[in-house]
């Protein structure tokens, strides 16, 4: 309920009941604010960019004290929109890489562009929102912060507020398009004005509602145009798209045909930038670069800081385009380590690390597994590994001889890379049988042993390349060992689900590493025979996901039973 204290000291736009309180909320005088806003001064400066196809984009910047207003009204408009699942575009958390995923692997991607996106968010539409549920907005105030957001009567490209206005403004489009793509099975996101349709389905089998052809031209269907054009936007023709899983599939410029990957061209391009930075230092390169590439237009800021710190920018921008690189294809993808060791030589800081191979990178996160439990006084080494968010990974029937729960004491575990290091507060906190995976704590790895990243989207495909690395028959000295493979098949069910492998697994390779092409966890070895031997059971390894659910459980029940815990002492006292 709005009360006196939010009248005197409005804390949402709810609250605007007319301009007094505006301003208030806003931090300004009233009379400052309209006279910013009506006066004839220049409240934009205009430049044009180039595009990737060779036409100009026009970015309508404001002055200061009008973009500082528009921040505010961004942040006050942020509290009231919760964005659909669908929508990746200005969301926090959400980026490119997030709208890319869910269209990985399919067997057709169809992309579509909304023309002039911001442009057709016109200053009455964004007055009229503001005045429905939940802003409800008298008209005169409305009408200010519509003026506050727009320029020249629609949104601007490059005011502050434009991203979070144009969601609002395409929420309920979101949610028409995610209905339409749910009742054809099909996949459906949006990225700003980008948006891209997935499907299962052959192409003579693709719903006429979303795509259609026209002879050998695929245009969008009458459905999708209909929805889209009801919304208030207008499709891109000259940007319409069906990509097949036979050509490269991209989404928002991801490749999704088989992973996630980094378009080539970025890659040649990042390459191209270490090159010169490697061979003429990061100030001349600087400038060769922006004056190639930038000519058209350099914002000031970026001027300033060529100007007084010259090889700064560049050197930042390299290191953007790294870090994406990584956010794509994970800190162990070869290609990424590569363009690393050669940023780290430009900088005159070179660290061999990013020289070593993936086996040896993983090398330093596995770990030898000596149950001592056994009775008969004979014991076993199994392999394990350190998990990224979960702790030391390995099979039960590794460590069977402890139960879950306790202080693993009678286990003895040998990382090679610190032989000096003791794990003395082990503890086994999932011990599965049925699905032979166990998870052991301590907070002595959490410190001091490098993880290992998981496959988000792992593929089982048969043919596809994988590694195994372990510790077969281990004796002091040993060094790990690498097994390269491909899968052969799946089978099973549930937590008996298996990946079967073409090479011969061996004794104490059990509950070791399963790497992807890019250095990512897909699995854990499952079993073993010993050298010479044969074995009825076909050489494979356990799903990460296997796993990842049972630690997922695991925390939900430790969750419960705190709660539980909390409960009783509150109803006790």
């Excluded at 099973?492 to 011969?504: L, T």
Aim: with cysteine; net charge positive.
């Amino acid at each position: 309920m709005f009360t006196l204290e939010d009248h005197i000291n409005p804390t949402r736009l709810e609250h605007c009941s007319d301009l007094h309180i505006l301003s208030r909320l806003l931090g300004v005088r009233r009379d400052y604010l309209l006279k910013l806003l009506y006066s004839e001064n220049r409240l934009y400066y205009h430049f044009d960019i180039s595009k990737k196809n060779g036409d100009k984009r026009t970015i309508h910047a404001p002055i200061e004290p009008l973009k500082n207003l528009q921040r505010k009204i961004k942040v006050e408009l942020e509290k009231y929109y919760i964005p659909r699942g669908s929508t990746h575009g200005f969301v926090k958390k959400r980026n490119i890489i997030t709208n890319a995923t869910p269209h990985l692997r399919k067997r057709h991607v169809f992309n579509i562009d909304l023309a002039d996106f911001f442009g057709t968010i016109t200053f009455g539409r964004v007055q009229r929102v503001l005045q429905s549920s939940p802003f409800n907005m008298p008209y005169n105030v409305a009408t200010v912060v519509a003026q506050i957001c727009c320029h020249e009567g629609a949104l601007p490209q490059g005011a502050p507020t434009s991203p979070i206005v144009s969601n609002i403004i395409a929420f309920k489009l979101d949610n028409q398009l995610l209905k339409l793509a749910q009742k054809y099975r099909c996949t459906y996101t949006r990225y700003a004005d980008d948006i891209s349709f997935s499907f299962r389905q052959q192409r003579n089998k693709l719903p006429e509602a979303i795509v259609s052809f026209n002879g050998d031209k695929v245009i969008p269907g009458a459905k999708l145009t209909d929805v889209i054009s009801k919304n208030g936007f207008k499709i891109n023709s000259s940007k319409t798209r069906l990509q097949s899983k036979q050509n490269r599939q991209a989404v928002t410029n991801i490749t999704v045909n088989e992973k996630l990957n980094v378009n080539r061209r970025f890659l040649r391009r990042t390459s191209s930038m270490l090159n010169a930075a490697l061979r003429y230092g990061f100030p001349k390169a600087e400038s060769v670069h922006f004056e190639h590439f930038h000519s058209d237009y350099i914002p000031p800021r970026h001027s300033k800081k060529m100007h007084e710190e010259p090889g700064l920018l560049f050197r930042q921008k390299l290191r953007g385009r790294l870090n994406f690189i990584r956010e794509v294809r994970g800190k162990s993808c070869p290609v990424w380590r590569k363009l690393m060791y050669m940023y780290t030589v430009a900088t005159e800081e070179p660290n061999e690390d990013y020289n070593l191979s993936i086996d040896a990178i993983t090398a330093r996160s596995t770990v030898v597994i000596w149950d001592l439990s056994n009775s008969c006084g004979e014991t076993f080494s199994g392999s394990g590994f350190m998990l990224k968010g979960a702790g030391l990974v390995t099979n039960q029937h590794v460590v069977k001889g402890i139960i879950s729960g306790r202080e693993a004491t009678e286990l003895q575990i040998d990382w090679l890379e610190k032989k000096c290091l003791n794990f003395l507060d082990a503890r086994i906190v999932i011990a599965d049988g049925c699905a032979d995976v166990a998870l052991i704590t301590s907070s002595i790895a959490d410190r001091h042993m490098e993880p290992l990243d998981i496959e988000p989207y792992p593929d089982y495909s048969v043919g596809r390349a994988v590694k195994l690395i372990g510790y077969p028959d281990y004796r002091e000295g040993d060094t790990f060992s690498v097994t390269d493979t491909v899968i052969v098949r799946e089978y099973g069910q549930a937590d008996s689900r298996r990946i079967e492998v073409r090479e011969q697994i061996f004794h104490g390779m059990s509950g070791g590493v399963v790497l992807n092409e890019d250095g990512r966890v897909i699995g854990i070895v499952s079993n073993g025979i010993k050298y010479g031997t044969t074995s009825q059971l076909p050489s494979s390894f356990i799903p990460i996901s296997t796993l990842t659910a049972k630690v997922t459980n695991f925390r939900k029940v430790k969750i419960e039973q705190l709660l539980s815990i909390f409960a009783s002492s509150i109803n006790s006292t």
